[in-house]
């Protein structure tokens, strides 16, 4: 995530008014504004804008779940093993209107951390490390390096162009997505069942992606070498991150048990269901050049290729084409195979280059990389980054998760008019019109699938620690003269 | 020196041998806790260092030559033997950590040297670990405070499967799972991970014994690191003043001491004249000394570090101080007119050839010292590879006529930082040969080019003085005899 690189949304079409009340635009959104204009009829709400997201800091914005996050169980002071500082020695970052990109801010808590927000409006927020000291006061230290972070992962459609004809580039759809959902699914496995790990979270990146925030406390004590051995395990793609073309090699007669569970658990049976079906592998001309290249021999794949040209259509009504080639195609190899061992793999290969999750390792491999805030807006599509259920990940739909405008109309909807001030909370953090809409379910599961566990872990580890190191000094000899 | 004054001194320790128990190396295995206490003679200090220095470029050597494990264990067995054993297995073992904590003053100092020792000791220890018997190894787990102990049987049989898929997807198909397996936190064994070497599970990593040594070297590694920061610290805050007549200079030294040949004596037996060096150069100079050369037959002048860089390799390759006069003042005058040139230049170049001043015979400089020198503005030596801006270094590369993907290569080890691996792909990609050898000194690049010429042209290349055209196709097509098909 590069300094400054902030992508301009259109600006949001603004509400319009009734021109012979209201000739100021610049009034539009303000809030404190005096209330001389309260029978306005507002029209719905559209796409995105700075003044629609300062109504979504101030009454959506999830800030206490954020803070109850990040702070790990940490908590004011109840002993000493309770690390008060811990929050604030957290870098948060903002990227504000105009390109303007702020670092190393940290915050005492999650008014202060409200309060901020809220007065500077960015489009949007990033989370960086822990560091020894407040990120904010470093220049006071003679030291400062982080210390923690959340081990992460980015995933990015992007990287699937090669693999994919419904879309390119920022767009998505339902044929596509499906690459997104194997990656939570192999990438989620891989984190608890070999690395250990419980307190995940998998979250939407507001377009094309989806990003993951491992949050146990080993996960965010790994050093830099840690976090590469981890994406070099994670790793199947020959050569350097940044080739564009994806190869695949699997090496040897056997493949580690790691990439055969994912193989025959999420990728041969998403393979077979939806990629190859609904990218049209077998059947439109250039995927199926593209596939055969992956055959390593020639002659073969040309033969295969004028099969199927002079073939035409083998599949039965029911059946669909690409499946029934690729049956065809099975066939042909496993039979060729004992002539011209190359041909050893490359199926599997096939389906690996097709549905193997592609990651941004760079992003994993150093803890000093910035990743985006769960439940921030993004400014091109207007969606909010929800948090996404990695059981349940078959059923996420990208397309259908709010926007900030149609949380802002439901929020109008309920209250009518959203020149009202928002309701003063009893906590100057708490969002106040969050249950009326349906980020509320976002949030919920948020909690229930990720939160909860965490902090009364966190809380249990830390109560752990301070009855041992209580115990330790009780069993001391109390040393005198 | 008294290294106690590094912390970490227990009474006990290292220095005094604990069962007579000596190994395949000759001397206990160690990961270095305990420095000596024992104060050592001046003489030793260095030649302990250097010993073992030679061991350790002979690690990296072998290592970057990309030999296998196996190799590589009987690399270091040899290495060893040569130039660390002593007399018994106690000399030995003090020799070892003598010389160890030596060099860990030499490279604490900066990044580059201390990334260097980590490296190369860690190789060493990977390998003197490996040859141990799995008694001696389990035995030293035990003695390095590492609780490691072997998986019990029932928890093995759970796994069963999954450890022979293991095993067979590392070493293929045949191969058998082996009998003891360690289990650890997989963050203790980042490599093995890596490679997808073990079994993961739940946060465990199943390591079989015959991959124990990945683990104990990264413990190895870990403490290590540390110490080398801790000695920088000391280092810089009273070591190298307290020490500054006797230690420091000797300490400084080690660490950019070149081991090799030092050329100082010419190489080739005819000499070589003036009027051949346009042609040598093309055919045969290392990329520094073609761009020194490029630079003062466009510039006529060179500063006083390209004048040192070149003429000494110029004398190296036997260019007579005649001709060397000669060929300065060719270009010098071209400037300065005759008259400047005599009277401020020569005298540096009879300095080179020890006709002037201590009238010591100064030797080439090796690749370590030209790659650590540090060019300022207007300077033209240094070693390109480490020295110019990846452009520069690739439209330079592509004016030596090298393909695309020799260039690639080069551009690669530059950026990992292997500069001499660099200059020797290039000179594998202008000679079409592999270098075995590696580079190590611009007149060890020159020897072996000249090597390879006259094994092609069964003459002198230079007698004509033409330039020898340089052929580009790998050795493996130009050597192979059409085979006869029957
Ligand atoms: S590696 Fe050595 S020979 Fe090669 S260019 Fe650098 S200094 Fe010269
Ligand atoms: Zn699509």
Known sequence: MAPGAIEHGPSAKRTRHDPDIDSTPAADMEVDEAPA???????????????????????????PEMVRWLSYGHKKNPHPMYDENYLQRREISMTL?????????????????????????????????????????????????????????DVDMTDYDDVRTCCTGADICKDCWP????????????????????????????????????????????????????????????????????????????????????????????????????QNLLVNETQIDTLLAMIPDEELAEEVKAKWRNGGRRASAHEDENLARWKDLEKIVIR????????????????????????????????????????CVHPKTGKVCVPIDPADCDNFDPMGVPTLASLLNEVQRFRGDLREPAEEAAEAALPTDLDKTSLKEAVQLFRTTFLDDLEADCKSDIERAYRAKKDELASRPTTGW | MNFSNVPNKRKSGAASPLHGDYTASGAQLTMYQVPPIEDVALEEFEQFALDRLRVLKGVEEARSRGRKPDELES???????????????????????????????????????????????????????????PDAQRRFLTESGLPYNPVANAELEAHKDKLLQVARSVAGAGATAESVYYKVPFEDVPELVAGRKVLLSKGWAYVPRDQLAALVVGHFRTRLSKSLTLTRSQWNAKIEAQEKDRLTPVVEALSSRYLGPDYSTPSTKAGVRVADVDALAAAS????????????????????????????????????????????????????????????????????????????????YSCIKIISSTPGVGDHHGCPYRHFSQDNLSAALGRMRLNRKTIDDVMTKVKNHHYQLACAATFEGVHGAPCESGINHPNQYFDESRKRAASREGDDPTAQGTPPVAERQPAAERASPVTPVH
């Open chain 1, 336 to 375: 060729e195979k004992k002539r011209n061992i190359r041909l050893g793999h490359c199926l599997e290969e096939i389906v690996f280059a097709y549905t193997y999750p592609r990651l941004d390792l760079e992003v994993s491999k150093h803890m000093n990389h910035l990743l985006k805030a769960p439940f």
């Open chain 2, 285 to 364: 100079f290392p990329l520094c000394m073609q761009h020194l050369l490029h630079k003062v037959r466009d510039d006529h002048h060179l500063k006083h570090g390209g004048r040192q860089q070149l003429g000494l390799f110029l004398k190296g390759i036997g260019l007579t101080l005649e001709d060397a006069l000669t060929f300065w003042r060719t270009e010098f005058a071209q400037k300065f007119g005759v008259d400047k040139f005599d009277k401020e230049y020569a005298y540096n170049v009879r300095h080179n050839y020890g006709k002037e001043g201590k009238r010591t015979d100064y030797t080439p």
């Open chain 2, 75 to 133: 690399v270091v067995n040899d290495l060893w033997r040569k130039h660390m054993r002593m007399g018994d297995a106690a000399e030995t073992t003090r020799k070892d950590i003598i010389s160890h904590y030596v060099l860990r003053l030499a490279y604490c100092r900066t990044e580059d040297l201390r990334k260097w020792l980590l490296s190369q000791e860690s190789a060493l220890f990977r390998y003197r670990f490996r040859m141990e018997s």
């Open chain 1, 179 to 278: 690459l997104m959902t194997i990656a939570i699914k192999v990438v989620d496995h891989i984190l608890r069942e070999d690395l250990g790990y419980q307190h995940i979270l998998w979250v939407y990146s507001g377009r094309r992606g989806v990003h993951c925030w491992v949050c146990d406390e080993k996960a965010r004590k790994l050093t830099n070498e840690q976090r590469g051995a981890i994406t070099d395990y994670l790793k199947v793609y020959k050569g350097s991150e940044n080739n564009k073309e994806k190869k695949v090699s699997l090496q040897g007669s056997v493949l580690h048990p790691m990439l055969s569970r994912a193989y025959r658990e999420v990728l041969l049976p998403a393979f077979l269901d939806q990629v190859l079906p609904r």
């Open chain 1, 37 to 63: 204009k309260r029978d306005v009829v507002y029209e719905d709400f559209e796409g995105y804008s700075p003044q629609l997201m300062q109504q979504f800091y101030r009454r959506l914005f999830p800030f």
């Open chain 1, 97 to 153: 209107d105009g390109d303007i990109f702020v670092r190393y801010q940290s915050f005492k808590n999650a008014d202060e951390m409200a309060k901020t927000i809220r007065a500077r409006n960015p489009l949007k927020i990033d989370i960086g490390a822990v560091f020894n000291v407040d990120p904010a006061k470093r220049n006071a230290y003679s030291s400062f390096g982080a210390v923690e972070r959340e081990l992460v992962f």
